[in-house]
């Protein structure tokens, strides 16, 4: 028999092993989350289904989804500088860089357009604000690419300008520096509430550090820490930074005496660096798939939303279309049974046109089944619309068979009678259309209901007395079936 294994001499895992088999894990983890973020993300661009109608209006949106993609096949990180003015974000950021390159001043200014082997400026206009959003793209490890987003004060914007910011730069951020230079304002608690609803990290920046004693400097962090942000933020996410420090040098002037003088020190930023890089290193990948997909599935929601309210319009002209169709049909004929089933063709061929229209391919055969199972479920509907046809088709002849041997005095009862089944027959068809959209908007589904509890909501939303005055209103318009007047 084998020798059994010593236990005694199994080698343990130590702290290091563990921790190196996690990263491994998280990494392979996060480079599925990106590969699955890339994959849905090109199956939504591409199966937009949009007409031309439908895209109008909607270039912005699809531009996103597009710009998303290409972020992902890109591997861009977007890292987004929020906060007042004179907080100092342009200097932090030109911190992290290493080099000036965003513009610094007491007001927000606009940032040429430039470009160097390592990077590139551009700006981004803001929905409902004169301001804009400057963005520079920096070349990092291999294909990836690392975006820094400064973004105008927000007491540069009021009211829905400033709500539309923090969406626009809460929904493109992977990472968000809210930066501070002091205790927090009403106006910088709000705005840092409204970004935490993004559900995005943030690392609240403490800046200016240089400019307050120890003993106050620690005292404005407690405070923020314990009390300001308690409820929105932990104190691993709240850094303090020196993005551009004044310091002091004795120099010695022409006369000899010696003066202060404040020059640029060296950037105290290494702990949000470091903040920066954890966040990255821990969970950059999968960030920057969920980030993206939460994006995508807002900007979808809003193109759905588009198309549906297009295809609902067309449809809502489509069955009016069928509805006088029909009546028009059903006035003209005065036979009963080519009245029944004109009545069934033009049913089926709504059916069809519907169903194009929502992009559900439906065979004839499955139109008149679905017919059958509207109709059946209509009930009360299709039974009176099937005695206007038998009873009132039947009157209508004999009324405009004897309409020679009356010297034409039957056509005017004809007329009557033609208009009052039409009318009938016009709002069966108007229903069945109704229903028809809704199924196929549900993607030819009926939901949890059932057909019977989505028929009857619909029925009983219908104002079938007007619809009928419509009909008969344009039908005889069209028709000129006018009643004849009383004679005094």
């Known amino acids: 028999m084998p020798d059994s ?59 996103g989804l597009e710009s998303m993609l290409d972020k992902l096949d890109r591997q861009i990180v977007h890292i987004a500088a929020f906060g007042m003015v004179g907080r100092g974000k342009s200097s932090l950021l030109n911190a992290l860089l290493g080099e000036t390159v965003f513009e610094t001043g007491a007001i927000h200014g606009v940032t040429q357009i430039r470009q160097t082997a390592n990077w590139t400026v551009t700006n981004e206009a803001i929905a409902g604000s004169e301001q804009s959003l400057t963005r520079l793209t920096v070349n990092a490890i291999g294909n990836s690419k690392i975006e820094l987003i400064d973004t105008p004060g927000i007491d540069e914007v009021d009211g829905e300008a400033r709500e539309a910011l923090a969406r626009q730069v809460a929904q493109q951020a992977d990472l968000i520096l809210f930066i501070i230079a002091g205790d927090m304002t009403k106006v910088e608690y709000q705005a840092l509430s409204g970004l935490r609803t993004a ?22 962090y407690h405070k923020i820490r314990d009390e300001r942000v308690k409820e929105l933020l932990s104190p691993d996410e709240i850094v303090m930074a020196a993005a551009s420090p004044l310091v002091a040098k004795a120099v010695r002037r022409a006369d000899g005496r010696v003066a202060a003088q404040l020059s640029a020190g060296t950037p105290q ?31 979808n929601d809003r193109l759905v939303e588009r198309k549906m309210a297009i295809r609902e319009q067309s449809a809502n002209r489509i ?78 002849g004999l009324l405009g068979l004897s309409a020679p041997a009356t010297g034409g005095l039957s056509l005017a009862a004809y007329a009557s009678v033609a208009v009052t089944q039409a009318g009938v027959a016009g709002v069966s068809t108007y229903a069945i259309g109704q229903v028809t959209k809704t ?50």
């Open 5 to 63: 294994p010593d236990l005694n001499h199994v080698p343990s895992l130590t702290d290091q092993d563990l921790d190196e088999a996690i990263h491994s894990f998280d990494t392979i983890q996060g480079e599925l989350n990106y590969r699955q973020a890339q994959t849905a993300l090109r199956d939504l661009v591409a199966g937009l289904d949009l007409t031309t109608q439908e895209r109008q209006g909607l270039e912005p949106e699809i531009s």
């Open 199 to 220: 559900s995005k990290p943030i690392i609240l920046v403490f800046n200016k550090i240089d400019q307050y004693p120890d003993v106050d400097r620690q005292m404005i």
């Open 269 to 299: 930023i290494n702990d949000l660096k470091l903040k920066i890089l954890e966040i990255l290193d821990r969970e950059g990948k999968s960030l920057v798939a969920v980030n993206s997909l939460l994006f995508a599935d807002d900007i």
């Open 319 to 396: 069955i009016w279309n069928a509805t006088m169709t029909k009546a028009v049909a059903i006035a003209l004929n005065p036979i009963t049974v080519v009245d029944i089933l004109s009545s069934a063709v033009i049913d089926v061929a709504l059916i069809l046109t519907l169903s194009k229209l929502y992009g559900i391919p439906m065979t004839q055969p499955g139109a008149l089944a679905l017919l059958k199972k509207i109709a059946l479920t209509m009930g009360g509907i299709s039974a009176s619309e099937l005695a206007a046809n038998l009873g009132l088709s039947s009157l209508k």
């Open 439 to 488: 199924y196929l908007a549900n993607d030819a589904s009926w939901g949890v209901d059932g057909p019977k509890a989505v028929v009857t909501r619909i029925l009983a939303s219908l104002d079938e007395d007007s619809i009928l005055s419509r009909i008969k209103g344009e039908l005889r318009a069209k028709l000129n079936f006018n009643q004849p007047r009383s004679r005094s």
